[in-house]
């Protein structure tokens, strides 16, 4: 499976947009990225998924470079509840192990 | 609503004694599993069951033992096999196959922390 890099720990302004990056660059044609975060004490909470195109839900938009070898992760008005550990993972589509291994993900700290 | 709910969110139990940790979904998933996380780590796989009355062991199954009598339904009793039972555990569930990718949208509950003394 890819290994993925990111950031240990970023700032942001509470109501702006925090964005988050991913890098991905030995990414397979089928592996998806998925984002993940957990807020302290809490269990893991799936955001998002994407393959190639961008994707966007009620919690956030991904955007996949074109070689898909990075991803970012984009909270468009980031709240004080956006605090906590956010983990980009790659998974093969297929893929029959089941379980998410989580890196050390980067620490987002929303500021009032 | 539609969740997952652990209980009790915090367990004290005495060395040597079993636990089991509860875990309910309303949310009509198929497949279920229990992860363990332990301070500035990260997951690991203990158990997951992909339908009704069937289960796996994940990579440290050892020590633990579950069930799976009900769809909504798949509690993790820790027995005094298992060495280092103090941590914090979780449970989730996924949607059932959509060419495999739906097992890793996983949904989780608030976890329980066992402190074994």
């Known amino acids: 499976d890819a290994k993925t890099t990111q950031p240990p720990s970023m700032d942001c302004a509470e109501g702006r947009a925090a964005n988050l990056p991913c890098n991905h660059s030995?990414?397979?044609?089928?592996?998806?990225v998925y984002w993940y975060r957990q807020i302290h004490s809490q269990g893991p909470q799936y955001i998002i998924h994407?393959?190639?195109n961008n994707e966007t839900n009620e919690m956030a938009s991904l955007i996949i470079t074109e070689d898909r070898k990075s991803s970012t992760l984009i909270l468009p008005h980031a709240t004080l509840r956006d605090t906590a550990v956010y983990y980009c993972?790659?998974?093969?589509?297929?893929?029959?192990?089941?379980?998410?291994?989580f890196g050390k993900g980067t620490l987002l700290t929303v500021n009032p | 609503d539609g969740g997952i709910t652990q209980s009790p969110k915090y367990l004290f139990r005495k060395e040597g004694q079993n636990v089991t940790l509860s875990c309910e979904q309303n949310?009509?998933?198929?497949?279920m599993y229990w992860y363990r996380q332990d301070p500035g780590q990260g997951l690991r796989l203990i158990y997951y069951?992909?339908?009704?009355?069937?289960?796996q062991k994940g990579d440290i199954a050892e020590g633990y033992s579950v069930s799976r009598e009900k769809k909504e339904s798949f509690p993790l009793t820790v027995t005094s096999a298992q060495k280092n039972p103090t941590a914090f555990y979780l449970c989730?569930?996924?949607?059932?196959?959509?060419?495999?990718?739906?097992?890793?949208?996983?949904?989780f509950g608030p976890g329980t922390r066992l402190t074994v003394t």
């Open positions: 989730a569930s996924s949607p059932r196959d959509q060419g495999g990718l739906s097992y890793y949208e996983q949904y």
């Open positions: 030995t990414i397979s044609g089928n592996e998806y």
């Open positions: 994407g393959l190639k």
């Open positions: 993972i790659v998974i093969p589509f297929g893929g029959s192990n089941y379980k998410l291994t």
């Open positions: 949310l009509n998933h198929d497949a």
């Open positions: 069951s992909q339908i009704v009355n069937d289960f």
